[in-house]
């Protein structure tokens, strides 16, 4: 049984930094494509994230966030920094339905497995 459980989430100031992680279990890391998305209140889930073959970025967090492995964990973790109001969101890990992709998308419909969420706000 896959399962996925992010933590990390907090409430930080603008210009700060957090580190979201997101442990994996039942599948190893490289198995299928993992994405992060967000979910800000009233608006639709954006993918913000993903890694396989290779990595993405939604252009909105292009340049202050990065994603990473730690294989020995298990865990993916996704780096914020210079965060903004606008990036306030519940925020999601998920794995992509087919295995073994070359290509990750940051497409909520290609993922079928997902964690509960972890809540991040940025306010001063």
């Known amino acids: 049984q896959v399962q996925l459980r992010e933590s990390g989430g907090a409430l930080v100031q603008p210009g700060g930094a957090l580190r979201l992680s997101c442990e994996i279990s039942g599948i190893t890391l490289d198995e299928y494509g993992i994405g992060w998305f967000r979910q800000a209140p009233g608006k639709e889930r954006e993918g913000i994230s993903c890694?396989?073959?290779?990595?993405g970025y939604a252009d909105s967090v292009k340049g202050r966030f990065t994603i990473s492995k730690d294989y020995a964990k298990n865990t993916v973790y996704l780096q914020m920094n210079s965060l903004k109001p606008s990036d306030t969101a519940v925020y999601y890990c998920?794995?992509?339905?087919?295995?073994?992709?070359?290509?990750?998308?940051?497409?909520?419909?290609?993922?079928?497995?997902w964690g509960q969420g972890t809540q991040v706000t940025v306010s001063s």
């Open positions: 890694m396989s073959g290779n990595t």
């Open positions: 998920a794995t992509e339905t087919i295995p073994g992709g070359a290509y990750c998308a940051l497409v909520s419909s290609e993922y079928n497995r």
